[in-house]
């Protein structure tokens, strides 16, 4: 059995956890589909739409203050991922971020698209449509590299794999192969440091890690102009003539492909707001925690390189699992076909969490 201390909670975890009014009830081991809602991210959301409702969703003030919160939006996801506001655009999924890329690069008959067995539908599906030919791989870095062929145009991979919570080296790959790479960062902003001041593409949720409003995210663009705005919304333009014909907004932002509403917006500042400064150093500490005394029980995926989710293989059904963990107030998920639960260990997660999860598993 495991007899090793728990990580000892930073200073101020209790306040900074108590944001969280679900953690009152529920053990929540689920951001890496949905992160739980802060107090503060909800007032934000009431605050805007009981404006919208009192005032109306017209008028230079409402546009105005619409367009500010973009803006300042986009300026906050930039400097989580350590570039400039002029490289972000505005999305309300990775999905959309992934089929704005796979469209704007033109791929098709010809051409190759490295990928791994590993990856979220999210990034398959805008792979698939691209018309490129898909090449699956495992996903390990040398068999990456081994896969590449003068055809590759693009690896599209996960910097954290949704599945296990192996961390991919994607600069790394990108360097050494020499070929593009987006980057699905579903599962990596927000939960673990991420600079993407060398990555290509990287898409940004905001509704998991980072705890904000659903459809809120980003997608990074390393070089805007050379990317082909294929599918354009109005934010795409500054000027536009009677055929369609326009001159695009200057950098990522002519990729922005929706109004995001202003509660949604608000919504996510908060939550970014919110983040402890110690947020990365302890979701890592209990991450690590979480496999350690899981080892004891059942059977646990431990990647070379790894995040903050947490893979283990229980003795029976996942799905009968995850149901009888929900019921008893303890919330993670099934990985479909690969016989894994997977729990999300988040800055907010408690040593009492894990114990709990613990002895829920034991009975």
């Known amino acids: 059995?495991?007899?090793?201390?728990?990580?000892?909670?930073?200073?101020?975890?209790?306040?900074?956890?108590?944001?969280?009014?679900?953690?009152?009830?529920?053990?929540?081991?689920?951001?890496?589909?949905?992160?739980?809602?802060?107090?503060?991210?909800?007032?934000?959301?009431?605050?805007?739409?009981?404006?919208?409702?009192?005032?109306?969703?017209?008028?230079?003030?409402?546009?105005?203050?619409?367009?500010?919160?973009?803006?300042?939006?986009?300026?906050?996801?930039?400097?989580?991922?350590?570039?400039?506001?002029?490289r972000v655009a505005l999305t309300s999924s990775t999905t959309d971020g992934c089929n704005i890329v796979l469209a704007g690069l033109g791929l098709g008959q010809g051409d190759e698209i490295i990928t791994t067995t590993d990856e979220h539908f999210g990034l398959l599906g805008p792979l698939h449509a691209s018309g490129a030919s898909v090449v699956v791989t495992h996903p390990d870095p040398d068999a990456i590299i081994a896969a590449v062929t003068p055809r590759t145009r693009l690896l599209a991979l996960s910097q954290v794999l949704w599945t296990t919570g192996r961390v991919l080296p994607v600069r790394e790959l990108r360097k050494t192969t020499g070929v593009p790479v987006l980057v699905d960062g579903a599962q990596s902003v927000g939960a673990v440091p991420v600079d993407a001041s060398e990555m290509d593409f990287l898409t940004i949720s905001g509704q998991k890690w980072l705890c904000g409003p659903d459809s809120t995210g980003g997608l990074v663009v390393a070089d805007?102009?050379?990317?082909?705005?294929?599918?354009?919304?109005?934010?795409?333009?500054?000027?536009?003539?009677?055929?369609?014909?326009?001159?695009?907004?200057?950098?990522?932002?002519?990729?922005?492909?929706?109004?995001?509403?202003?509660?949604?917006?608000?919504?996510?500042?908060?939550?970014?707001?919110?983040?402890?400064?110690?947020?990365?150093?302890?979701?890592?500490?209990?991450?690590?925690?979480?496999?350690?005394?899981?080892?004891?029980?059942?059977?646990?995926?431990?990647?070379?390189?790894?995040a903050t989710l947490v893979a283990f293989r229980p003795q029976r059904k996942p799905s009968e699992v995850v149901a009888e963990l929900y019921e008893a107030g303890i919330h993670v998920r099934d990985i479909p076909g690969s016989g894994l639960v997977r729990a999300s260990c988040g800055w907010w997660t408690s040593a009492g969490d894990l114990d709990r999860l613990v002895a829920s598993l034991t009975r």
């Not at 975890?13 to 107090?39: C, H, M």
């Not at 908060?270 to 302890?282: D, K, S």
């Open 1 to 86: 059995m495991s007899n090793s201390a728990a990580p000892v909670a930073p200073a101020g975890f209790d306040d900074a956890r108590a944001q969280f009014a679900v953690l009152e009830r529920i053990t929540y081991l689920n951001a890496g589909t949905f992160g739980p809602l802060s107090r503060a991210t909800a007032a934000a959301l009431r605050t805007e739409t009981e404006r919208d409702v009192e005032e109306g969703r017209s008028g230079a003030p409402y546009v105005e203050r619409a367009l500010a919160l973009r803006e300042t939006v986009r300026s906050r996801l930039a400097a989580l991922v350590g570039v400039g506001a002029e």
């Open 224 to 306: 805007p102009e050379r990317l082909r705005v294929a599918s354009p919304g109005y934010f795409a333009q500054v000027g536009y003539e009677p055929d369609g014909s326009f001159t695009a907004r200057p950098g990522a932002a002519r990729f922005d492909p929706n109004w995001i509403a202003p509660s949604a917006l608000a919504g996510l500042l908060a939550a970014i707001e919110g983040r402890p400064e110690w947020a990365f150093a302890h979701a890592a500490a209990v991450a690590d925690r979480c496999r350690e005394i899981l080892a004891d029980i059942v059977e646990v995926v431990t990647p070379p390189e790894r």
